[in-house]
């Protein structure tokens, strides 16, 4: 069994900063790649960053610059640093990782809401 919890998610006002975290519990032996995804109300879920066991980061072109994804492979969490945050980044923020045996988990989500 695998496990993921989300943590750090909430309100904030435009031009403020949250960050996510992403523990990964169970039998696992090593997480291959860490990812963030988003959706918002009537849309798909998207890709907001993703890093692989190299350290290697790739982002969504609406959060370049704004958010940072990190990794602490000796914890197997994940982070998401969200700063100039903007209310089109209102959305529930899932972590997801592929395992190094190939399988995927998601997590349950967490809910971020920018006011404006």
């Known amino acids: 069994q695998v496990q993921l919890v989300e943590s750090g998610g909430g309100l904030v006002q435009a031009g403020g900063s949250l960050r996510l975290s992403c523990a990964a519990s169970?039998?696992?032996?090593?997480?291959?790649?860490m990812d963030w995804y988003r959706q918002a109300p009537g849309k798909q879920r998207e890709l907001v960053a993703r890093?692989?066991?190299?350290?290697?980061?790739v982002y969504a072109d609406s959060v370049k610059g704004r958010f940072t994804i990190s990794r602490d492979n000796a914890k197997n969490t994940a982070y998401l640093q969200m700063n100039s945050l903007k209310p089109e980044d209102t959305a529930v923020y899932y972590c997801?990782?592929?395992?190094?045996?190939?399988?995927?988990?998601w997590g349950q989500g967490t809910q971020v809401t920018v006011s404006s």
């Open positions: 997801h990782i592929v395992a190094g045996s190939g399988y995927s988990y």
């Open positions: 890093i692989i066991s190299g350290g290697s980061t």
């Open positions: 169970g039998s696992i032996f090593r997480i291959n790649v």
